[in-house]
């Protein structure tokens, strides 16, 4: 379905794109996971064709959109597509209904189709009571869905949505997730991009992982945790906020990497029963105070932090 082959895109001397190759298939739910300044906005952009790549081609089926003059086979190819961008892509003076209704209007959309596709797209978005309502007195989460209404107003075979959950609350985040699982379900192949390990881990059933402009991994969840299937996560709950010198830690036989957020301390480690007594053993020697220790199996997070030795949201 989307063929991307050798795909490079610098913007002056920063690498945004480098060399990236991916198949996607038809009716897939496809993630592209990675951090902030990956490269996965800059990707999105030359997949629905808003940026031309310095090299490589991008073609769905038999049509390349990258390159020529754009024939009416490239167009027919931009009608089906649509896209949620990252940042919010709406008027915030209109209402929910008109900004959908401009925005389907711009695929041809006029008369009856037209007054179905925004019901139809306020609906989907869980915005229908609130139709008539200025965008600007939504709440972030309802803007967010009202952005992924405005994308997918025309009803697009091949939706891209870019971090369509950042800054959104718990209840917003759900909706979206559950409606993105809906369009997989109709049929439609759906391009997801996120730095959240957990929603891709969720929902997605291939996952290419981008850094600094590469594909460093691809394939399933389950394909990508056997890559580090010799490592496991223990975490350690502080009862209370202590100083925690982290590179004794570090230095434990097996340990590869270690991190403090908040009450939580973090470590990644080969699995074995002596390195857990040796984190054990530098917790005491800290005196830090637990409320409890976990330890969990590998997971995408800790997939990235194997590959790149950083945490996603670093």
């Known amino acids: 379905m989307i063929h991307i082959s050798n795909v490079s895109k610098s913007f002056g001397t920063a690498q945004a794109v480098n060399n990236v190759s991916l198949d996607i298939g038809r009716g897939e ?16 952009n030359i997949l629905v064709g808003l940026l031309g790549p310095d090299a490589g081609v991008v073609a769905y089926g038999d049509v390349s959109i990258t390159g020529g003059k754009g024939s009416g086979r490239q167009r027919d190819i931009r009608q089906v597509l649509g896209l949620v961008p990252q940042g919010l892509a709406f008027y915030q003076n209109y209402s929910a209904a008109e900004n959908v209704r401009f925005f ?5 959309l006029k008369g009856k189709a037209l007054n179905g596709a925004v019901a139809t797209a306020l609906e989907f978005a869980g915005l229908t009571d609130c139709g008539k309502q200025p965008a600007k007195t939504f709440s972030g989460g309802m803007q967010r869905r009202l952005n992924i ?8 075979q091949i939706i891209f949505l870019d971090e369509p959950t950042v800054g959104i609350d718990p209840q917003s985040r759900n909706h979206i997730l559950r409606a993105v699982e809906d369009l997989k379900r109709r049929g439609r192949t759906i391009v997801y991009t996120t730095h959240y390990m957990e929603e891709a881990e969720a929902i997605c059933g291939d996952i290419a992982i981008m850094d600094k402009g590469k594909i460093i991994a691809h394939g399933s969840p389950e394909q990508l945790k056997l890559l580090i299937k010799d490592c496991s996560r223990v975490i350690f709950c502080l009862k209370r906020p202590a100083p925690v010198d982290l590179e ?23 699995v074995g029963i002596a390195n857990l007594n040796g984190l054990t053993a530098e917790v005491n020697r800290q005196q830090l ?20 030795g950083r945490s996603l949201r670093d």
């Open 29 to 44: 739910l496809f993630g592209l996971l990675g951090p902030n300044g990956a490269g996965k906005s800059t990707l999105i």
């Open 289 to 308: 105070v637990l409320a409890d220790i976990k330890s969990d199996s590998p997971s995408l997070e800790t997939v990235f932090l194997n590959l790149t």
């Open 104 to 108: 389907a209007s711009l695929y041809g």
């Open 248 to 270: 004794p830690f570090r230095q434990v036989a097996g340990v590869r990497h270690a991190e403090l957020d908040e009450l939580t301390l973090t470590i990644t480690s080969e």
């Open 149 to 156: 209404a405005c994308g997918i107003a025309h009803d697009p």
